[in-house]
């Protein structure tokens, strides 16, 4: 089951459900994912970009190669927006910022990611503070690029990990039963049409 938000001849855009993979894993219990889905939806489906299986939201799938190859050209040449909300443990001072530094694999303990200022890629987080929620602060979250991790990471590294999450929240909270990270909104120009496109799914926490 998927839910479509908006679909044409090349394209579909999908709201994914926390706790979802986004392209089948090894073995078995792995497979399911909104690719698979998509495939047995459509015949054909390509992965355009890939969200964590813990966090919610927008979700881009190509019906074909060549819609694959110019989205992914948009991507690599950052020509799509998108932004995140999430809630960050504790309240977060200021009203918006950047995050800019380096992450690689942290190997020993794959799949964590971690800052390296010798071997880590350039990476960039935008924030807004949204408003504060219970002790905790509700944020907007762009990503200038798309490293593996980066939002989670960068939020910790601010001393606010992002509620729920499993690597990078050192804190056990009952009541989240769900990385509080979804994918609110994205932005491209339509691979084909090239008319500018805007798309948003409505935050579920």
Not at 22 to 37: A, E, Q, W
């Amino acid at each position: 089951m998927l839910e479509i938000l908006y679909e044409d001849q090349w394209l579909v855009v999908v709201n994914k459900p926390a706790n979802t993979l986004s392209v089948p894993g090894r073995g078995p219990d792995k497979y399911d994912s909104i690719l698979t889905r998509a495939e047995q939806l459509f015949g054909e489906a390509h992965a355009i970009h890939r969200l964590d299986c813990a966090t919610s939201g927008l979700i881009l799938i190509a019906k074909d190669l060549e819609c694959q190859k110019r989205m992914y050209a948009q991507f690599r040449e950052r020509h799509v927006e998108k932004e995140y909300r999430a809630i960050i443990r504790g309240e977060l001072l200021g009203q918006w910022g950047e995050v800019r530094k380096p992450l690689r694999c942290d190997w020993d303990r794959r799949p964590r990611q971690m800052i390296c200022t010798q071997w880590g890629k350039d990476s960039i987080t935008q924030w807004t503070l949204l408003r504060i929620e219970g002790g905790h602060t509700r944020v907007s979250l762009k990503p200038i690029t798309g490293r593996s991790h980066q939002l989670r990471v960068h939020m910790q590294s601010l001393g606010h990990p992002i509620l729920g999450d499993e690597f990078y929240d050192s804190v056990e909270t009952s009541d989240n039963d769900r990385l509080l990270l979804h994918a609110y909104r994205i932005e491209f120009f339509h691979p084909f049409t090239n008319a500018w496109v805007k798309f948003v799914a409505p935050c579920p926490f």
